[in-house]
């Protein structure tokens, strides 16, 4: 996806707003208007799609006594957390996810143990975040040893970058978001303009984005039809999304 850069897609959308060698947006507000459909496009393909988008992340260690830990700095969305008791060795865990008010309900939150439940919480809850990370995870019992936490979440979007970045690697179920990202920044720069000739331009856009969807599903096409009880015996039972069928 390295045509996914502002320096590429800045003229594309100038030509497709016709408005190439215009003054009346200057570069930066291109950039601008590319951003905010390229973040458009990417929480609303990760609200349909979740599970395509996210990651794990080994969250380190636990510190000891201290209830909170920072979230990952990409942090958008948390699915679960498992934890290590062993501390060293042997496997991860899920916890159980609750919630601050819950948690100051039900749990003696001054004790100190293996942690069974978590619950995320800002920067202004008591011992929850260590000073200046905006949001954190907080784990009940308060961990009395450095347990080795794993997170699975969804990143946040970043940021389309300037130039070709060979660093930059974008989600591989974005490919081919360059023409809706396109459209879209354009869309943006027409309506900036009061252009009321915006119908050519839409369509285009609805027309890249049902392609991406399209190419999203289903991702996995040999996942089957039917949920199928192989335990009924023959001829088994199974589930087509509505009704039960079989004996």
Same mark, same amino acid.
């Given at each position: 996806?390295?045509?996914?850069?502002?320096?590429t897609?800045?003229?594309?959308?100038?030509? =497709?707003? /016709?408005?190439?060698?215009?003054?009346?947006?200057? !570069?930066? /507000?291109?950039?601008?208007?590319?951003? #905010?459909?390229? =973040?458009?496009?990417?929480?609303?393909?990760?609200?349909?799609?979740? !599970?395509?988008?996210?990651?794990?992340?080994?969250?380190?260690?636990?510190?000891?006594?201290? @209830?909170?830990?920072?979230?990952?700095?990409?942090?958008?969305? #948390?699915?679960?957390?498992?934890?290590?008791?062993?501390?060293? &060795?042997?496997?991860?865990?899920?916890? %159980?996810?609750?919630?601050?008010?819950e948690?100051?309900?039900?749990?003696? %939150?001054?004790?100190?143990?293996?942690?069974?439940?978590?619950?995320?919480?800002?920067?202004?809850? @008591?011992?929850?975040?260590?000073?200046?990370?905006?949001?954190?995870?907080?784990?009940?019992?308060?961990? !009395?040893?450095?347990?080795?936490?794993t997170?699975?979440?969804?990143?946040?979007?970043?940021?389309?970058?300037?130039?070709?970045?060979?660093? =930059?690697?974008?989600?591989?179920?974005?490919?081919?978001?360059? /023409?809706?990202?396109?459209?879209?920044?354009?869309?943006?720069?027409?309506?900036?303009?009061?252009n009321? !000739?915006?119908?050519?331009? &839409?369509?285009?856009?609805?027309?890249?984005? @049902?392609?991406?969807?399209?190419?999203? %599903?289903?991702? /996995?096409?040999?996942?089957?039809?039917?949920?199928?009880?192989?335990?009924?015996?023959?001829?088994?039972?199974?589930y087509?999304?509505?009704?039960?069928?079989?004996?």
């Amino acid at each position: 996806m390295s045509d996914l850069n502002l320096d590429t897609i800045r003229p594309r959308v100038r030509r =497709r707003a /016709d408005q190439v060698g215009s003054t009346f947006r200057a !570069d930066a /507000d291109v950039n601008d208007y590319i951003q #905010l459909a390229y =973040r458009e496009l990417y929480y609303y393909l990760v609200g349909r799609y979740e !599970d395509y988008f996210t990651v794990s992340s080994t969250g380190g260690a636990l510190v000891p006594s201290v @209830a909170g830990n920072p979230l990952p700095a990409d942090f958008f969305k #948390l699915l679960s957390v498992s934890l290590r008791p062993a501390v060293t &060795t042997g496997p991860y865990r899920p916890l %159980t996810r609750t919630t601050l008010r819950e948690a100051l309900t039900r749990f003696d %939150t001054s004790l100190t143990g293996t942690p069974t439940h978590y619950w995320l919480a800002g920067a202004e809850a @008591a011992t929850a975040v260590p000073t200046g990370k905006p949001w954190g995870i907080v784990f009940y019992h308060t961990p !009395d040893a450095a347990y080795q936490i794993t997170l699975v979440y969804v990143p946040a979007a970043g940021a389309v970058p300037g130039a070709v970045d060979a660093t =930059r690697t974008f989600n591989p179920y974005l490919t081919g978001a360059e /023409d809706y990202v396109t459209c879209a920044a354009a869309l943006k720069l027409l309506n900036d303009e009061q252009n009321p !000739d915006t119908a050519a331009v &839409t369509s285009d856009m609805e027309r890249a984005l @049902a392609r991406l969807e399209a190419a999203l %599903t289903p991702v /996995d096409a040999a996942e089957p039809a039917q949920i199928v009880d192989r335990e009924a015996g023959w001829p088994w039972r199974g589930y087509d999304g509505q009704d039960w069928w079989g004996p």
